[in-house]
């Protein structure tokens, strides 16, 4: 049961971003430019770096959300299964693989995020924009996880529910639809 009274038939951080629009605002806008803005890295990529994110903080409304997401834009459901098992044996590039790497060190903190980190990722082709934009999606999506499990939202069980959710983040990115969301009939 969350901590405060959210919309009953919005579960996970759509309730928390209902709940308060104009801090909303500004936090979707950050992830539709992370995620689905101009980028050298693809959008199933970067749904990679917010799932080992989730995954790696527990929190199971953004993990299954961003596998969902990451599953369709992947084309395939394999590879986030494996990145969240063990990234460095994933079925990714060796550039994924270090950014993953600088995502998961990030989540850890952001003084984890070793020079060494850095060089690897460098070593393998990403640039310093695909370094800054990996640890600021991973600094993000630790915002996401922490406020939607410090205010105990509701985690669907029902692989549907995040079916839907990943077609919907994969049709309409992160922006609040016009209007809102209207309650179930």
């Known amino acids: 049961m969350p901590h405060i009274p959210l ?13 308060r629009l104009d801090t909303a605002m500004p936090i979707r806008d950050l992830t539709q430019i992370l995620l ?9 990529e970067r749904e990679l770096i917010a799932t080992i994110v989730s995954s790696r903080n527990c929190t ?11 599953d369709l834009l992947l084309g395939e459901s ?15 590039s060796d550039k994924m693989k270090a950014l993953l790497n600088i995502a998961a060190l990030t989540q850890k903190s952001g ?3 070793s020079g ?8 393998a082709g990403a640039s310093d924009l695909e370094i800054h ?11 996401y996880n922490k406020y939607v499990d410090g205010l105990a939202t ?3 069980a029902d692989p549907a529910f995040y079916q839907t959710l990943g077609e919907r983040i994969v049709a309409r990115g992160y922006m609040r639809p016009p209007g809102g969301y209207s309650k179930p009939a």
């Open 7 to 19: 919309p009953e038939h919005l579960p996970g951080i759509t309730g928390l971003l209902e709940y």
């Open 36 to 44: 689905r803005g101009e980028s050298s890295l693809t959008e199933g």
């Open 60 to 70: 199971n409304f953004c993990e299954a959300a961003h596998t969902k997401a990451a």
């Open 78 to 92: 394999e590879t986030a299964r494996l990145v969240k098992l063990d990234f460095e044996s994933a079925p990714v």
């Open 111 to 113: 003084k984890a995020v």
């Open 116 to 123: 060494e980190a850095i060089e690897r990722a460098k070593k």
């Open 133 to 143: 934009d990996t640890v600021l999606i991973a600094a993000l999506f630790c915002l």
């Open 154 to 156: 509701v985690a669907p």
